[in-house]
């Protein structure tokens, strides 16, 4: 029985993309993200964990089209296309990459290409690709007071940042700070760990009920 050719799959398009030979090996990393505390007269500053970061896969692909004479790059362009925005959503598209019972949720975050052999002319006919897949995890965001008009970002804070400066520089009003407070669950605005992950409306004017 042959081996399941692993596949990508762009969710918005439902196109299938094969790869041409299964990858050898994969490596799956996962990691916490944690803020070091710190407090005068320790040797060294205690940490308290801020979040969890998001899964990577990468893998390298294999391409040869050398016993048909063909340009590999007819095979290596499907995967480096997944970086492109696409014209409804303006952003790279959701994949699938599945191999048997494995599937990965993600999007492509990079790719590095390497061709390896060429023909009279110059044309590549193998080629390998490293990839790098981030996990994708949809947010879903109930607003409970004000009216948020498009798709949330997130920002992370730096050391030095505040709530004010946060609203005044993206949604261009520094009084929005309460409803990004708000809507992050946060009671104390003055004391937010650097290393945060804010949730804050990409609209720059805020709707409030009078």
């Not at 094969?18 to 710190?38: H, I, Q, R, T």
């Not at 492109?84 to 949720?105: D, R, T, V």
């Not at 949809?138 to 997130?154: D, K, Q, S, V, Y």
């Amino acid at each position: 029985m042959p081996l399941e050719k692993a596949t990508i799959t762009n969710t918005s398009t439902n196109e299938h993309i094969p790869v041409m030979f299964n990858p050898e090996e994969y490596s799956l990393d996962k990691a916490n993200n944690f803020a070091e505390v710190g407090i005068p007269g320790l040797e060294a500053p205690p940490i308290q964990y801020v979040r969890g970061n998001l899964s990577s896969l990468k893998m390298e692909l294999f391409f040869d089209t050398y016993e048909k004479r063909e340009d590999v790059r007819q095979f290596t362009r499907k995967i480096t296309k997944l970086l492109e925005k696409a014209p409804n959503s303006l952003a790279p598209p959701i994949l699938l990459f599945s191999w048997g019972q494995f599937n990965f949720k993600c999007v492509l975050d990079n790719v590095n290409q390497r061709f390896t052999m060429f023909m009279s002319d110059g044309t590549p006919v193998r080629a390998t690709l490293s990839v790098n897949f981030k996990e994708f995890q949809p947010i879903e965001i109930e607003i409970r007071r004000g009216l948020f008009i498009g798709p949330p970002t997130i920002q992370t804070l730096i050391e030095g940042q505040t709530l004010s400066g946060i609203a005044g520089e993206i949604l261009g009003d520094p009084g929005s700070w309460r409803e990004i407070a708000e809507l992050n669950n946060i009671d104390d605005a003055r004391n937010i760990p650097p290393g945060t992950n804010l949730v804050i409306p990409s609209r720059k004017k805020l709707s409030r009920p009078r």
